[in-house]
């Protein structure tokens, strides 16, 4: 087995890209999973926020055209094996945010779903999500990751 997997064995580093949206996912993706009641470090899922490092994308909140290229350049940069987890509707469908109508025309600048962007490994409904479902959710995603070679 290789340095590279044994240390993914070891740690799963996760890494969070918020890109718009409410800020409810964020709240349920890490205040309450870093919280005591959680505490996912304690299983070794270790939040970062340096692409290099990072094993499983966690995508929470809508795409719009400012966030395109940072999302495609941070996706880029995570080394393989990777997983991608999109959190809440707004990744999954654009939610609210994709019909929405402004002076410019907001919902042409809205990208969803995530998967015409980036490669989606699982997703994670809800608006948003409970923590358990997220931890299921990177939990699913893991295999992608361990088995890898
Ligand atoms: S899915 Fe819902 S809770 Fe999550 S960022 Fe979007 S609007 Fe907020």
């Not at 995570?78 to 809440?88: N, S, T, W, Y």
């Not at 969803?112 to 608006?127: N, Q």
Request: hydrophobic residues 45%; charged residues 20%; glycine residues 6%.
């Amino acid at each position: 087995m290789t340095l590279k997997a044994t240390a993914r064995r070891n740690a799963i580093h996760a890494m969070l890209f918020y890109s718009g949206g409410c800020n409810g996912c964020d709240i349920e993706a890490v205040n309450a999973l870093l919280s005591p009641r959680y505490d996912v470090e304690q299983y070794k899922v270790l939040w970062t926020w340096n692409p290099r490092e990072a094993d499983v994308l966690v995508v929470s909140g809508i795409i719009a055209w400012q966030m395109l290229e940072p999302l495609k350049k941070f996706y880029a940069i995570i080394p393989e094996p990777k997983a991608v987890v999109a959190i809440g509707s707004c990744p999954i469908n654009g939610n609210v945010y994709k019909n929405m109508v402004g002076d410019i025309g907001v919902n042409e600048e809205i990208f969803a779903p995530l998967e015409s962007i980036i490669p989606v490994d699982v997703k994670v409904p809800g608006c948003p999500p409970r923590p358990e479902d997220i931890i299921a959710g990177v939990v699913k995603a893991l295999p992608k990751i361990l088995e890898a070679p």
